[in-house]
């Protein structure tokens, strides 16, 4: 069984910092892209940042220049720098996960998108 499990959430003033942390664990071969998303009180979950295994990244508008995605392999972990936070960044923010399984002899591979249960972040004005 796989399971994303994300830290580092909290409370903080605006133009503050936080580094939320996600790790994969369980049964499986190999993690591919993973992603940072966040939803707000009455909105619809929305892509923060993602990571290729590779390290090539893509943010939202809303973030670039403020937010870093970065991730360690051999731990199966992914990272956001968050710096200059500003009150509407306030969310829960969730990890995902693209995760491959090998399922028969032959090696033949499923993959699958896994979902942390969140944490909440908080800005203050």
């Known amino acids: 069984q796989v399971q994303l499990v994300e830290s580092g959430g909290g409370l903080v003033q605006a133009g503050g910092s936080l580094r939320l942390s996600c790790a994969a664990s369980?049964?499986?071969?190999?993690?591919?892209?993973m992603g940072w998303y966040r939803q707000a009180p009455g909105k619809e979950r929305e892509l923060v940042a993602r990571?290729?295994?590779?390290?090539?990244?893509n943010y939202a508008d809303s973030v670039k220049g403020r937010f870093t995605i970065s991730r360690d392999n051999a731990k199966n972990t992914v990272y956001l720098q968050m710096n200059s936070l500003k009150p509407e960044d306030t969310a829960v923010y969730y990890c995902?996960?693209?995760?491959?399984?090998?399922?028969?002899?032959?090696?033949?591979?499923?993959?699958?998108?896994?979902w942390g249960r969140g944490t909440l972040v908080t800005v203050s004005s």
């Open positions: 995902n996960a693209n995760i491959e399984k090998v399922v028969n002899v032959e090696g033949a591979r499923i993959a699958k998108d896994y």
């Open positions: 369980g049964s499986f071969d190999s993690v591919n892209d």
């Open positions: 990571i290729t295994r590779g390290g090539r990244t």
